[in-house]
């Protein structure tokens, strides 16, 4: 009767949703009907969670709805909460299913989205706390956990870590929120900084920066905006990006372990490349993870830019999985 009743909440609270901006895709229409019909597919949850989680966060895009429409941009985020448990359920407990796995860390980003809101209406201090407390059974997969503590440790104390794509930024975040990692540290991704003006204007006055010049190239403007960031607070980009934002007028990025940094780093100590780990990282590639490709990827181009890090990915035995490693 229980899993009963659970199919039936979750199934009113998606169709019961709002409808996207503009007239519903036909895939997402496909998806509702579909849900009616079928409300025990775990895939089919995943995909819908996905569908309104792509919503929400483009309500922070350059038209910014969430602003305007904040019950709207709540509910759709509340429907993409409701199919990722959903689907996380049906699929099995952690590290079962590729499906479960991607529907609860779909499920952080959820969650980080929300984080957004908070933010632009209170302050960054307020980001998580204006949703209320993080469910305690939000999860992601270990290799996740191991890239966000991995890429939290090497930023410089106070710093800004800005992160690339789902993978990084999902891990980052959950490190840093959910389990309370690094308290001193932001993380942004660089395209929320790029795309959502409201976002980039409540940190600007929150981290009390100057107003900056416009200029750049590529449609990036808002580059320029990151040399004050810089000036005031240590900036760490995780390499899950190919190489540091280019900005107008040029900034000088470091290169530590894991992350380019720029700013001022005062006494922070550097980790030692011997300190960071990639035990889930192996456990994940022999387990053909879909989340471990992302990560290696991110490690690969580190181990490029820090031979160094070949020495604990041998003793992970990873380093036959990067090129640069192998010998």
């Known amino acids: 009767m229980a899993i009963s009743l659970c199919n039936t909440l979750a199934l009113v609270t998606l169709l019961q949703a709002p409808p996207p901006p503009v007239a ?23 995909l819908m969670g996905r ?10 895009g350059a038209t910014h709805r969430s602003s305007e429409d904040s019950v709207w941009t709540r509910a759709v985020l509340d429907t993409a909460e409701a199919a990722l448990t959903r689907a996380a359920a049906l699929a099995g407990p952690l590290g079962s299913s590729a499906v ?7 499920r952080v980003g959820a969650w980080a989205v929300r984080s957004w809101r908070g933010w632009e209406s209170g302050g960054v201090d307020a ?8 469910p305690m059974d939000l999860r992601v997969p270990p290799v996740l956990d191991e890239l966000g503590e991995n890429l939290l440790r090497a930023c410089p104390t106070g710093g800004v870590l800005l992160t690339a794509g789902d993978a990084d930024f999902y891990a980052a975040w959950y490190m840093r929120f959910a389990r309370g990692l690094r308290p001193d540290l932001l993380v942004v991704p660089l395209a929320a900084w790029r795309s959502d003006p409201v976002l980039r204007a409540r940190l600007v006055a929150d981290l009390k920066l100057g107003r900056p010049r416009r200029g750049g190239r590529g449609g990036r403007g808002d580059d320029a905006g990151l040399g004050e960031l810089v000036r005031r607070r240590p900036v760490c980009v995780s390499m899950a990006f190919e190489r540091p934002p280019e900005t107008r007028p040029r900034l000088r990025w470091e290169t530590r372990p894991l992350v380019w940094v720029a700013g001022p780093e005062g006494k922070s100590p550097r980790v030692p490349p011997r300190d960071f780990v990639f035990g889930a990282l192996r456990v994940a590639l022999d387990g053909n993870d879909p989340w471990a490709e992302p990560a290696l990827a991110a490690y690969t ?3 490029r830019t820090t031979p160094a890090l070949c020495e604990p990915m041998a003793t992970f035995r990873v380093a036959a999985d990067v090129p640069t490693c192998r010998k």
């Open 24 to 46: 519903p895709t036909d895939s997402l229409a496909t998806l509702r009907g579909r849900a009616t019909q079928d409300s025990t597919d775990a895939q089919l949850w995943l």
């Open 51 to 60: 569908a309104y989680l792509g919503l929400g966060a483009e309500a922070h």
């Open 100 to 106: 479960g796995d991607s529907a609860r860390v779909l």
């Open 127 to 134: 980001g998580v706390e204006a949703w209320g407390p993080l």
């Open 301 to 303: 181009r580190a181990a």
